[in-house]
């Protein structure tokens, strides 16, 4: 999926409550179920689908829906009481939590150097890494580079407290990333250090697509190995077309969501998104 220029939009699919008689839901394998039971729970309150009373279903009634033990629906109820999402009420159940903090959306639109300035500002960064090294191959065409040649490879993770909600892996051209050092990116941020040394943005290239964690990124975002993460990857030119900077941005979709924001008229061009399907051969 490649996105041009994208700005904010909520990510998200409405799905019907299943009915009390549909069957039981499958859960994928990888992640463990109460891990994923309590994902569906979290977006299943964050959307109001729990009524005026905001009671959950009874742990019997839960385990029956999804197919797993109550064992499992204590420990993902556990999981969202310890978030703050839910309480047990003694004889009565669990309630979705009436002062529970909700995400306000963005007001106004941001261009690009303002999101990435808001980014900075509301996140704090730890600097993972600095280094000259040769890309991958996926990277190293993507910045138009000949085989071999080295580039900037800068690594952060950015925390909201001591809760960590990006991962961020960029790849810049050695003549524009000379600048670019650990030092430098505890004080600045890298679109920062680009702009000081001349650099200007103009078009970008956006995709957006789920990944599995790694032991690695599981261990800096504080996730399990095996669940599902989102994954932004950008391509930022300059006014003449060249590239300058390749960014991947991982996130955990516990914590984050990605919001987009465009014109009506341009809801059918590639400003708003298009969507992109990889369908093996032999399925199609």
Not at 5 to 27: S, Y
Not at 28 to 38: A, D, E, P
Not at 120 to 146: F, I
Not at 237 to 258: A, C, F, K, L, N
Request: proline share 7%; with cysteine; net charge positive.
């Amino acid at each position: 999926m490649l996105y041009a220029g994208c700005k904010n939009f909520p990510l998200v699919m409405t799905l019907p409550t299943p009915k009390p008689e549909a069957e039981p839901a499958q859960f994928s394998r990888g992640t463990s179920l109460h891990r994923q039971l309590f994902l569906v729970l979290r977006e299943e309150i964050s959307r109001g689908l729990f009524g005026k009373t905001g009671a959950l279903p009874k742990e019997e009634a839960l385990g029956e829906r999804f197919g797993v033990s109550r064992v499992t629906v204590r420990r993902a109820l556990a999981d969202l009481a310890a978030q703050g999402l839910v309480e047990s009420r003694h004889g009565r159940g669990t309630f979705v939590r009436g002062d529970r903090v909700s995400v306000a959306r963005p007001k106004p639109t941001l261009g690009l150097i303002d999101s990435l300035r808001q980014a900075a500002s509301d996140t704090q960064v730890q600097v993972l890494l600095v280094e000259q090294s040769e890309p991958p191959a996926d990277v190293t065409a993507m910045l138009q580079l000949a085989p071999g040649v080295r580039a900037v490879h800068a690594l952060r993770l950015r925390s909201v407290g001591d809760t960590p909600v990006m991962l961020s892996d960029a790849w810049v051209p050695v003549p524009l990333g000379k600048k670019v050092t650990a030092a430098a990116l505890r004080k600045q941020a890298l679109y920062e250090i680009l702009l000081a040394q001349g650099v200007k943005f103009g078009r970008v290239i956006q995709e957006i697509t789920a990944d599995i964690s790694d032991p690695d990124r599981a261990r800096l975002l504080h996730t399990e190995v095996g669940v599902p993460l989102l994954k932004v990857v950008r391509v930022i030119h300059d006014p003449e077309g060249h590239p300058v900077q390749y960014i991947t941005v991982t996130m955990t979709p516990e914590r984050s969501r990605i919001l987009m924001d465009f014109a009506g008229d341009a809801v059918n061009t590639l400003s708003a998104g298009y969507f992109m399907h990889e369908i093996p051969v032999e399925s199609r």
